[in-house]
C-alpha cells in the first residue's frame, strides 16, 4: 500500500512539473509582471486545493482505521 501511494505521489509531482514546463513556454509568449503575478497565485490555488483534498482523504482513512479498532475491539469483548 505505502508503495502504491509512493508510486503516485511521484507521478502526481512529475505531471505537475510538466504542466508547469508548459505553462512556462506558454507564457515566455506573454510579458508583464501582472502575467507572472497571476500565475503565481494560480499555482498557489491549485496547491491549496490538492492539499485540502489530501487532508480530506487522511481524515477519512483515520476515521476507517478507527471505526475499525473499536469493531475489533468489541469483537473481543464479546468473545470474553
Known amino acids: 500500500m505505502v ?3 509512493s508510486k503516485t505521489y511521484g507521478e502526481i ?3 505537475i ?3 508547469k514546463a508548459e505553462l512556462g513556454a506558454q507564457a515566455a509568449g ?3 509582471p501582472d502575467f507572472e503575478t497571476e500565475e503565481k497565485i494560480l499555482l498557489a490555488e491549485y496547491a491549496l486545493d490538492f492539499a485540502l483534498q489530501a ?3 487522511a481524515l477519512l482513512l483515520s476515521m476507517e482505521a ?3 479498532q473499536l469493531s475489533d475491539q ?3 469483548g464479546s468473545f470474553s
Open 3 to 5: 508503495a502504491t501511494l
Open 13 to 15: 509531482e512529475r505531471i
Open 17 to 19: 512539473q510538466k504542466a
Open 30 to 32: 506573454q510579458c508583464g
Open 55 to 57: 487532508a480530506n482523504r
Open 66 to 68: 478507527i471505526e475499525a
Open 74 to 76: 468489541e469483537k473481543e
